[in-house]
């Protein structure tokens, strides 16, 4: 009787495993044809002529030390832990958009573009302000609405104590860089905000109430320095 049963269990077994293999086949088809969809329209939109692939992983990265795949693969790679956090497409393209930067920096400078990884593995905090600004022209180009950045970025990046040893910039101060260069560049989207009532860019104006009053002061003063938000 225990062999009958132990058969059955194992009859029963592969043809469950296998319908929810399928089923996960083809979310994960789904999701990669959106995120294809997305890449390529940011793509064309900014005539970018390198050739970038996007990858949907449901892996996590294995290490911090690891080089970002888009300099070395020249693919923009959106694992399950960032996906997570999307919610729309702006937020989509938001992080599509940051990562074709990269992949593009891989096709310029010494070695194939080598060198240019290197560069930014060296100064990681500077670029990462830079790639945030042409994400949002990026986006902008490609009919997106940039505020999905600050959004996505408000979810799903913490706020660490201090950024004077990281190789991170703090959150908030790049949430500032990105609202002041919104605000300076694409008013329109701030004059009429579609995000005004989502509980994520609540969040950000609640607790970005001090940089924003720095930007106003620097705004009335006319002065043309950067600020040092905190």
């Known amino acids: 009787m225990k062999k009958i049963m132990l058969l059955l269990i194992l009859m029963i077994i592969p043809s469950y495993a296998l319908a929810v293999t399928d089923e996960e086949i083809i979310q994960e088809q789904s999701i990669q044809s959106h995120i294809n969809d997305t890449g390529s329209r940011i793509l064309n939109a900014n ?7 996007f990858v949907y992983d449901k892996t996590e990265k294995q290490s ?22 999307i919610q729309n497409d702006d937020e989509l393209a938001a992080f599509l958009s940051r990562g074709i930067l990269y992949a593009m920096k891989s096709y310029r400078g010494f070695f194939n ?45 913490p706020q660490k104590r201090f950024d004077r040893f990281s190789n991170k910039n703090l959150t908030s101060k790049r949430l500032a860089v990105i609202y ?13 905000n579609k995000y005004f009532e989502n509980e994520h ?3 950000f104006l609640l607790t970005s109430v001090n940089n924003r009053r720095m930007l106003l002061n620097k705004i009335k003063s006319g002065s043309k320095e950067e600020l040092d938000y905190e």
């Open 47 to 53: 005539k970018i002529e390198q050739r970038v692939a």
């Open 64 to 85: 911090l030390l690891k080089i970002d795949p888009s300099l070395t693969d020249r693919q923009v790679v959106l694992y399950s832990g960032n996906y997570k956090f």
């Open 113 to 157: 573009g080598y060198l240019s990884a290197l560069q930014i593995k060296a100064a990681p905090k500077k670029f990462e302000i830079v790639a945030d600004k042409r994400a949002v022209d990026f986006m902008v180009n490609a009919g997106y609405d940039p505020i999905g950045l600050i959004t996505f970025i408000q979810k799903s990046c």
């Open 180 to 192: 002041e260069y919104i605000y300076m560049k694409y008013p329109y989207f701030l004059e009429n």
């Open 201 to 203: 860019y609540q969040n």
